[in-house]
T-cell receptor, first 117, second 111 residues
């Protein structure tokens, strides 16, 4: 069974360029999470979706960041325009949320290492 | 929201010894506590988790203990091996399927 798939694995771009990160969650999962990891701030939740609907985007740092989930098997995180301080590793994770009070396990993808010059 | 803290930030152990990492959390409503292992260049991988209706869970050389009264939980690794060297993250549920993560512990196993 394939895990969470992310692409690209590495992205190097210049300041001002648009960057699009992609994620395919585990089949059957209905929750999807985008995280950013840096040495200074650790793992930060940017946004998450339940059943393709954005539930909480309070972690999105600025309007330059946007995320979409057009269907249950695909999500994108876009940064436009990119800045050097956006350099980080971006992770996508998915889980199955049954609507109960119990939280379910999140499975992480391999991440996209973004470098903005 | 939930606040999760991990101690110590770095832990060095001799191969074969045990390693213990402790996490504290703030929200008494949290009911799910996973531990993740992250190796260099990879995403966090779940290694063990525990729910609030049990106090301890074991899986071969790793175990997790939970003290709900004191609001802390710990990861125990016995008979450490070089491949156990990694960053370990604890997390606590925040409700609505969210997790709050600690800052991570670097574990170094010295051969």
């Amino acid at each position: 069974d394939a895990g969470v798939i992310q692409s690209p694995r590495h992205e190097v771009t210049e300041m001002g360029q648009e960057v699009t990160l992609r994620c395919k969650p585990i089949s059957g999962h209905n929750s999807l999470f985008w995280y950013r990891q840096t040495m200074m701030r650790g793992l930060e939740l940017l946004i998450y979706f339940n059943n393709n609907v954005p539930i909480d985007d309070s972690g999105m740092p600025e309007d330059r960041f946007s995320a979409k989930m057009p269907n249950a098997s695909f999500s994108t995180l876009k940064i436009q325009p990119s800045e050097p301080r956006d350099s980080a590793v971006y992770f996508c994770a998915s889980s199955f949320f049954g609507g109960r009070t119990l939280t379910d396990t999140q499975y992480f993808g391999p991440g996209t290492r973004l470098t903005v010059l | 929201g939930e606040n999760v803290e991990q101690h110590p930030s770095t832990l060095s152990v001799q191969e074969g010894d045990s390693a213990v990492i402790k996490c504290t959390y703030s929200d008494s409503a949290s009911n799910y506590f996973p531990w993740y292992k992250q190796e260099l260049g990879k995403g966090p991988q779940l290694i063990i988790d525990i729910r609030s209706n049990v106090g301890e869970k074991k899986d071969q050389r790793i175990a997790v203990t939970l003290n709900k009264t004191a609001k802390h939980f710990s990861l125990h690794i016995t008979e450490t091996q070089p491949e156990d060297s990694a960053v370990y993250f604890c997390a606590a549920s925040e409700g609505n399927n969210r997790l709050a993560f600690g800052k991570g512990n670097q574990v170094v196993v010295i051969p």
